[in-house]
């Protein structure tokens, strides 16, 4: 039997369990494979250990690892995905852990890259570490406050960090007790590694050593924290297999892998920093807004599996919602349970409230609301808006500014439209091309003007001072 079948079978025996959950506070069972039924899981190995890993999670509380390289100075929705997983372990009375990658960081995971990163400086990995260390405890807090209403307390997270123990490790002791128990046959015979061996590029051996520290750590939190449990995004399946095979070798301990499917973008490519289409989960980097705008935007095929991904709903109102939501699909009811949940657990209650009253800027069509947006806001508002910088000049015409921003493909097609009435700066239309383009009037105090041609072709301006 195949290990989706196998795993479905279970968690169909335990679904009855999720028919008695009145509230999404809490789960009443240990046994987070159900989260198989969200969706949530993609691989498990050893490929037959469910029943043995559901009769060790109901037997006693575990401990369970994801770890995150400090690449960016802040995690993303992709790696959102890893912590919603990591919260419902903790929702179900296990210890987690969130390794901050400070030593692994250093040298870069090749798993889903065409070519080696770039070097960072060790000011901006420390940088790095800081950002994603934040936004781990304040998901992490604001998952406590507002999402868990158990009396029993939860069990809190832990932050680790690799450089704490490969600081002080010599190279030739490590290589001689630990690199031993590594075999080069099935190193190499990782997609991670196979695929960048084909390529131009190849693979350093610094590269190639990636999953000996990855499957170091893990042997290493076992023997401090007695983690026998290690989650990933399906493209660290290498990586958690280094591990699990070097605790095979050299203990007499089982441990237990665990992927998640990877959230990608319609073309399929994994949604991350690598691919530079990420949405941040740090204030500074993406604002609550653009957070709650991203999910207030899914399509009405994916909302479905994105409530089961970044919510605690059970599943049960979820299809209620879902029923609910297609009566009436153009009110985007499930888009805005999506948003709420994800921006609160993110940005807390006061993140949620500037972005709904940021939202409902998009319905007050006052210059007054609309300068107090930035321009990366008013992008993510007007949804595809084309961003252009443009040099103030005295005089320019509205016309000049038309050809300037590129509305139009030419003048003939500028004067035709802007003197039908299909062009607006602000909101207002305006139809006179000779009309000077006036601070106050034109440019908002936020250095912006908005440019809407016809119905919803938006051109933002931003003045260059
Ligand atoms: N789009 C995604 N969907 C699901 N999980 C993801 C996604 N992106 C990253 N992850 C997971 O988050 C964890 C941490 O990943 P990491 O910090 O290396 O970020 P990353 O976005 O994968 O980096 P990069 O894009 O630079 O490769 C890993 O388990 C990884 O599989
Ligand atoms: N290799 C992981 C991050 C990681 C680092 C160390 C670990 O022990 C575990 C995971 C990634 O790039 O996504």
Same mark, same amino acid.
């Given at each position: 039997m195949s290990i989706r079948r196998h795993l479905w079978r279970l968690c169909t025996a335990c679904r009855h369990d999720l028919k %008695?959950?009145? /509230?999404?506070? /809490?789960?009443?069972?240990?046994?987070?494979?159900?989260?198989y039924d969200r969706g949530m899981f993609q691989d498990i190995f050893p490929d037959t250990s469910a029943g043995e890993v559901i009769d060790l999670l109901n037997a006693s509380s575990q401990t369970v690892y994801a770890g995150f390289d400090p690449t960016a100075d802040s995690l993303h929705v992709g790696n959102l995905l890893v912590l919603m997983n990591l919260l419902h372990w903790q929702r179900s009375g296990h210890q987690v852990i969130a390794l901050v990658g400070g030593a692994t960081g250093q040298i870069?995971? !090749?798993?889903?890259?065409k070519s080696a990163r770039t070097e960072m400086e060790q000011v901006l990995i420390n940088e790095n570490i800081k950002g994603i260390s934040r936004n781990i405890r304040t998901i992490f807090k604001n998952h406590e406050e507002l999402f868990w209403e158990e009396k029993k307390t939860v069990k809190p997270v832990m932050i680790v960090n690799n450089i704490e123990w490969y600081k002080d490790i010599n190279a030739l002791d490590f290589l001689r007790s630990v690199g031993r128990y590594f075999r080069l046959g099935t190193m190499l015979s990782k997609t991670s590694v196979q695929t960048r061996l084909n390529s131009e590029t190849g693979m350093s051996f610094a590269e190639f050593s990636y999953q000996v520290l990855q499957g170091y750590d893990w042997f290493h939190l076992l023997e401090k924290y007695n983690c026998r449990f290690q989650i990933g995004g399906s493209d660290q399946m290498g990586n958690i297999d280094a591990g699990f095979d070097l605790i095979g070798r050299a203990t007499d301990k089982r441990v237990f892998g665990l992927t998640l499917p990877l959230i990608t973008t319609e073309s399929g490519e994994k949604f991350g920093k690598s691919a530079g289409n990420a949405i941040w989960l740090s204030e500074n980097k993406s604002s609550s807004f653009q957070l709650y705008q991203f999910f207030i935007r899914t399509k009405d095929s994916d909302v479905h599996q994105l409530l089961k991904f970044f919510t605690f709903i059970p599943l049960g109102r979820i299809s209620e919602i879902m029923v609910a939501h297609k009566k009436n !699909?153009?009110?985007?009811t499930a888009q805005k349970i999506l948003a709420e949940h994800v921006t609160r657990l993110v940005h807390g209650e006061a993140g949620l409230k500037t972005a709904q009253q940021t939202t409902s800027i998009l319905y007050d069509k006052s210059i007054e609301s609309l300068s107090s947006l930035s321009a990366d806001e008013m992008v993510s508002a007007f949804q595809g808006a084309t961003l252009i910088e443009i040099l103030p000049e005295p005089g320019l015409t509205v016309l000049q500014l038309s050809l300037k921003a590129n509305c139009f493909p030419d003048e003939t097609n500028a004067i035709r439209i802007i003197t039908a009435g299909g062009f607006y700066i602000n909101h207002q239309r305006i139809? %006179?091309? *000779? *009309?000077i383009i006036t601070p106050g009037v034109h440019i908002m105090p936020n250095n912006l003007t908005m440019i809407r041609v016809g119905k919803k072709t938006y051109y933002i301006v931003k003045w260059i001072s």
């Amino acid at each position: 039997m195949s290990i989706r079948r196998h795993l479905w079978r279970l968690c169909t025996a335990c679904r009855h369990d999720l028919k %008695n959950i009145r /509230t999404y506070k /809490t789960y009443k069972s240990r046994n987070v494979l159900r989260l198989y039924d969200r969706g949530m899981f993609q691989d498990i190995f050893p490929d037959t250990s469910a029943g043995e890993v559901i009769d060790l999670l109901n037997a006693s509380s575990q401990t369970v690892y994801a770890g995150f390289d400090p690449t960016a100075d802040s995690l993303h929705v992709g790696n959102l995905l890893v912590l919603m997983n990591l919260l419902h372990w903790q929702r179900s009375g296990h210890q987690v852990i969130a390794l901050v990658g400070g030593a692994t960081g250093q040298i870069g995971d !090749p798993s889903h890259r065409k070519s080696a990163r770039t070097e960072m400086e060790q000011v901006l990995i420390n940088e790095n570490i800081k950002g994603i260390s934040r936004n781990i405890r304040t998901i992490f807090k604001n998952h406590e406050e507002l999402f868990w209403e158990e009396k029993k307390t939860v069990k809190p997270v832990m932050i680790v960090n690799n450089i704490e123990w490969y600081k002080d490790i010599n190279a030739l002791d490590f290589l001689r007790s630990v690199g031993r128990y590594f075999r080069l046959g099935t190193m190499l015979s990782k997609t991670s590694v196979q695929t960048r061996l084909n390529s131009e590029t190849g693979m350093s051996f610094a590269e190639f050593s990636y999953q000996v520290l990855q499957g170091y750590d893990w042997f290493h939190l076992l023997e401090k924290y007695n983690c026998r449990f290690q989650i990933g995004g399906s493209d660290q399946m290498g990586n958690i297999d280094a591990g699990f095979d070097l605790i095979g070798r050299a203990t007499d301990k089982r441990v237990f892998g665990l992927t998640l499917p990877l959230i990608t973008t319609e073309s399929g490519e994994k949604f991350g920093k690598s691919a530079g289409n990420a949405i941040w989960l740090s204030e500074n980097k993406s604002s609550s807004f653009q957070l709650y705008q991203f999910f207030i935007r899914t399509k009405d095929s994916d909302v479905h599996q994105l409530l089961k991904f970044f919510t605690f709903i059970p599943l049960g109102r979820i299809s209620e919602i879902m029923v609910a939501h297609k009566k009436n !699909p153009e009110q985007r009811t499930a888009q805005k349970i999506l948003a709420e949940h994800v921006t609160r657990l993110v940005h807390g209650e006061a993140g949620l409230k500037t972005a709904q009253q940021t939202t409902s800027i998009l319905y007050d069509k006052s210059i007054e609301s609309l300068s107090s947006l930035s321009a990366d806001e008013m992008v993510s508002a007007f949804q595809g808006a084309t961003l252009i910088e443009i040099l103030p000049e005295p005089g320019l015409t509205v016309l000049q500014l038309s050809l300037k921003a590129n509305c139009f493909p030419d003048e003939t097609n500028a004067i035709r439209i802007i003197t039908a009435g299909g062009f607006y700066i602000n909101h207002q239309r305006i139809q %006179n091309i *000779e *009309e000077i383009i006036t601070p106050g009037v034109h440019i908002m105090p936020n250095n912006l003007t908005m440019i809407r041609v016809g119905k919803k072709t938006y051109y933002i301006v931003k003045w260059i001072s």
